[in-house]
């Protein structure tokens, strides 16, 4: 299967020529884990049976501190990233959070500051991580079924936190919010039309998206997957819907608006319809390890450049060279009956 590299148009770095790989897939994008915990045990992510102990986690000694996250991201912005989003585990549990995306939204160059959190610590923080200068926010929420719900969180948190996490970003005035729903075959594939009717004509997007191979712990199977072009029949079917004509080139939901003007949704199909020949995001773990994809099985640790006296200009070269050996396309050798074994975790890669 041939990329399909049309809709890209690579980004200058700071010396002018575009960081491109070897399918001419410019580096736009950085999703930088700040965190390996979280608060939940989700199915899909970080089921509760597979993982061993607290061990599991890093310690802190092997994060990345905030003056290794500033400066990853201001080399990263320096050759054309110009949107990073804060991930996990969940990024909230990270001690000091508002102070470091004060850092980051101070960056020259980095224009979209956003973060995925499952929005239970919103109350808390939601109006400091407005003021730090947070730009966005995405929120994990899988169904308004508290049964459901409490299936697909390991028996943690429940819906009422998280809808109290999305007023509380409300009101610091975030406005527009992503919704992010994993749809799984026969765990919470009978919930979504509830909440495509919540939030529908709320000003939030929701996005359903294909339940994927993400890392080993999840013992995904393709028979758990429901094509989103089964969801989006559905959908059309109660609220007919039709195709919104900005859609720009890397983005990973294909965009509807409700005919009736109700807002819109977004579905992600990284199964059934890949997207890697748009793919602009790296990956950075809370220890440092770049990744190239989400599907990725090793990567290249920066932590011990960072520590090690590497100055900017080497470390930007050395990314720069990493970038440009680029070929990931797995969702696409996936699709032709190739599978790899011993991903990475999503919530050590911070989907």
Not at 74 to 86: D, E, I, S
Not at 164 to 174: N, T, Y
Not at 226 to 240: E, F, M, S
Request: glycine content about 10%; overall charge neutral; charged content about 25%.
């Amino acid at each position: 299967m041939l990329l399909n590299t049309s809709k890209t148009q690579p980004g200058p770095n700071a010396a002018g020529t575009a960081v491109t790989d070897r399918f001419a897939r410019p580096l736009q994008d950085l999703r930088l884990s700040v965190l390996d915990r979280c608060n939940l045990r989700c199915t899909y992510c970080m089921p509760e049976a597979s993982l061993d102990g607290q061990g599991s986690f890093l310690p802190v000694s092997r994060l990345l501190t905030d003056d290794e996250l500033e400066r990853l991201v201001r080399v990263f912005a320096a050759m054309g990233v110009h949107k990073v989003r804060l991930t996990g585990g969940e990024p909230l549990l990270r001690p000091g959070l508002p102070a470091l995306v004060k850092r980051l939204a101070g960056i020259a160059g980095v224009s979209d500051l956003a973060m995925t959190t499952n929005a239970i610590l919103l109350p808390r923080l939601a109006a400091e991580l407005a003021e730090s200068g947070l730009g966005r926010i995405t929120v994990s929420l899988d169904s308004l079924d508290e049964t459901v719900f409490t299936e697909m969180s390991g028996g943690r948190g429940s819906v009422a936190e998280v809808l109290a996490g999305i007023e509380a970003a409300e009101r610091a005035g975030f406005g527009a919010l992503k919704i992010n729903t994993v749809v799984q075959r026969g765990v919470n594939e009978a919930s979504v039309l509830d909440l495509v009717d919540h939030f529908r004509g709320s000003g939030h997007m929701l996005r359903l998206i294909e339940f994927m191979d993400v890392g080993n712990m999840n013992h995904w199977s393709p028979a758990q997957v429901v094509p989103g072009a089964h969801l989006l029949k559905q959908v059309h079917d109660r609220w007919p819907l039709k195709p919104v004509s900005d859609q720009q080139a890397g983005e990973t939901a294909r965009r509807f608006e409700f005919l009736d003007g109700q807002g819109e949704i977004g579905f992600i199909n990284s199964i059934s319809e890949p997207f890697c020949g748009d793919c602009t995001r790296g990956r950075v773990t809370a220890d440092g390890v770049f990744y190239s994809c989400l599907f990725s099985t090793s990567g290249t640790a920066l932590r011990p450049l960072l520590r090690g006296g590497l100055g900017d200009a080497e470390l930007t070269e050395f990314i720069r060279s990493l970038w440009s050996q680029r070929d990931a396309r797995y969702s696409e050798y996936r699709n032709g009956g190739e599978q790899v074994r011993s991903k990475v975790e999503m919530f050590r890669m911070g989907g």
